[in-house]
């Protein structure tokens, strides 16, 4: 251990003491018993881990590296403490108001997340739970400040969040049930009520006293815009440059849509191709989609090992979750604890269907699962004390999600969506990521549209559902997540351009070798897209 890997470490912990629902989603293990239950989301919570990052800053600082790994660790906590400073410094702790993968869908989810298998366990999550009304009364003063201080979010986001805080009302049930009637059932369903409750009045706030003071507009502007990509992408952008190789990826991939709408039926238009694969390529009942799933994930394992990649032991178990709270949402995934007691684990939301198309699913298996997201991640589970512990527990957007969709590109390479209507379906999906790039960059700049127009809710919409062919039930929730969330949506697509050329850069040295790319790829861990064709090309 350097001075660099000990500041590295110091850091996940305290960060980990300030932000235990964060800590549960990255899987920290925390000193037992336990450390706190809670998030201050409070102004005093969010100026004390400001505090922390400018501290840290400044102590890195005084650092030298004294070798390669030293140098890699020191540039990257530098880079991301860096991103989130800049993100303090503009005040954006006191309007964080996004849906649906704000606040209030993190604070559920992490009490989810939580192992309940012994007694210790159901005694943590009974404090997660009774600490969440504490959570939410925090982040209604930090909005609060924020309205004083001239710093509103949007109402559009306010009165979604508020529909989102309802939603959650009997979200845990589940459990309580679970649990039954031993000695904490009391305390339980005492702590779930009142978690109800402080959800109920959040939603009151938001809707009474928040959104009549709240921006009318939907875009954050250029000098927001850029703090949020920074964060997001690890790297400076041209933004309009990106906006524009935005519609010339969506073009491109659309003219690709067309020749494979042909290779189902000859003459059909995409969406004839999609009305017939949505009569052929769908299964009935959640069990059988769930069952469809896991084959796939198994699959997409035992192709891959030994060939393109070395699938570690630990990394064959991947749990695949029905999130039954959502309807219209992405899959999404969430990795393994820092200890691999809690498996990676991919989402698919359920809620509402008995129908369930699995035509276009396979190009989303090989992004949460491997290649992708749980490949990538649990590689850096595994990494040891190779790169620090930082490193290991923290990801940039535009890398994660960048490796995501390059690991569909790469199936497709391979010749892998040879079932009916799956590369179709990747098509789609990569389509769906070139339109967040000119949709996100083009509502927050006010850029206008290639026909003059401006970007407003029902113009985004049309774009995702006619050009990207957005299924109605999602529509609105994807609009929703990139208004409110500033440049993540970005990340996907930039990311896999980023992906791209440095494999590009790479393959045209001597000897180049994709599976040892790959490998090295994987063990270097996140870094900024601003770093990765110098490490990597």
Not at 379 to 403: C, K, Q
Not at 470 to 480: A, I, N, Q, S
Request: with cysteine.
């Amino acid at each position: 251990m350097t001075q660099i890997f000990d500041l590295c470490d110091e850091y996940v912990r305290r960060a980990a003491e300030l932000d235990p629902v964060d800590a549960t989603f990255l899987g920290v293990s925390l000193p037992e018993p336990g450390g706190p239950a809670a998030t201050d989301f409070s102004p005093d919570g969010h100026a004390a881990r400001h505090e922390l990052i400018t501290s840290t800053l400044a102590r890195l600082n005084g650092l030298t590296p004294t070798s390669t790994d030293d140098r890699l660790a020191a540039e990257y906590l530098r880079e991301r403490l860096e991103a989130q400073h800049a993100w303090h410094e503009t005040g954006e702790p006191l309007r964080t108001v996004r849906v649906p993968f704000g606040l209030v869908n993190k604070v559920r989810i992490s009490t989810e997340l939580l192992p309940h298998k012994d007694a210790a366990d159901w005694h943590r999550l009974a404090a997660r739970l009774a600490a969440t009304p504490g959570m939410l009364t925090g982040l209604r003063q930090s909005l609060a400040l924020g309205l004083h201080r001239g710093l509103p979010a949007a109402r559009r986001q306010a009165l979604a969040m508020a529909d989102q805080a309802e939603g959650n009302i009997g979200a845990h049930d589940r459990l309580v049930e679970e649990y039954g009637d031993g000695p904490l059932a009391g305390e339980l369903a005492s702590a779930t009520a009142a978690t109800y409750r402080g959800y109920q009045d959040l939603a009151r706030y938001l809707r009474e006293e928040y959104a009549p003071k709240a921006a009318e507009g939907d875009g954050v502007g250029a000098e927001r815009y850029g703090v949020e990509a920074r964060l997001s992408l690890g790297m400076d952008l041209d933004l309009e440059e990106a906006y524009h190789w935005g519609w010339a990826e969506l073009a491109r991939i659309e003219a690709e849509m067309d020749e494979e709408a042909h290779r189902i039926k000859p003459g059909a238009t995409v969406d004839e191709a999609i009305g017939i694969l949505e009569t052929t390529g769908c299964v009935e009942g959640e069990d059988a989609y769930l069952a469809w799933l896991r084959a796939k994930h198994e699959q997409t394992m035992n192709d891959l090992d030994g060939t393109h990649f070395d699938i570690p032991p630990q990394l064959r178990t991947l749990a695949v979750q029905p999130a039954r709270d959502s309807s219209f949402g992405s899959p999404y995934y969430t990795e393994p604890s820092e200890d691999l007691s809690r498996p990676g684990s991919t989402w698919w939301p359920v809620a509402g269907r008995q129908r369930f198309s699995v035509w276009n699913e396979l190009t989303a298996v090989f992004h949460e699962g491997v290649p992708g997201h749980h490949l990538q991640i649990g590689a850096m589970r595994l990494a040891g004390d190779r790169v620090s512990r930082f490193t290991r527990l923290n990801a940039v957007d535009g890398y994660t999600e960048g490796w995501g969709l390059y690991a569909e590109r790469l199936a497709d390479e391979l010749g892998w969506f040879t079932e009916p209507g799956s590369r179709l379906g990747m098509l789609i999906g990569s389509a769906r990521r070139a339109a967040r790039v000119v949709i996100d960059i083009g509502v927050h700049l006010d850029l206008p549209l290639p026909d003059g127009s401006r970007w407003d809710f029902a113009t985004a919409r049309a774009v995702l559902r006619d050009r990207a062919r957005t299924p109605e039930r999602r529509l609105d929730g994807e609009v929703l997540r990139y208004f409110g969330w500033p440049a993540q949506a970005i990340s996907y697509k930039l990311g896999e351009r980023a992906w791209l050329a440095a494999r590009e850069t790479a393959s045209r040295k001597p000897g180049f070798d994709l599976k040892r790319w790959h490998t090295k790829a994987l063990n270097l861990g996140p870094m900024g897209l601003g770093r990765l064709a110098a490490e990597l090309g």
